[in-house]
């Protein structure tokens, strides 16, 4: 499945690249329980509706954020 591209209406030309759950799993190799982790320390998401399964897409721009706030080098 592709990730879900949306290209705002604000004059911005950046397309906003949006990604669920399973792919973002399989993008960055981590398990479900990691990005609930990743999502309790702080990393941004969008969730459509009010429901305890309501659709939830990651932004590409958070994810690359979080990732690199969180690089470590020795």
Do not use: A, C, R
């Not at 459509?48 to 470590?72: A, N, P, R, W």
């Amino acid at each position: 499945m592709e990730p879900f591209s949306i290209i705002p209406k604000n004059g911005n030309n950046e397309i906003d690249i949006l990604y669920n759950k399973k792919q973002v799993l399989q993008k960055y190799n981590i398990s479900s329980m990691t990005l609930e982790k990743w999502k309790n320390e702080g990393l941004q998401y969008y969730k459509f509706g009010q429901s305890k399964t309501s659709m939830i897409k990651y932004k590409k721009k958070h994810l690359d954020d979080f990732v690199e706030k969180h690089l470590v080098t020795l």
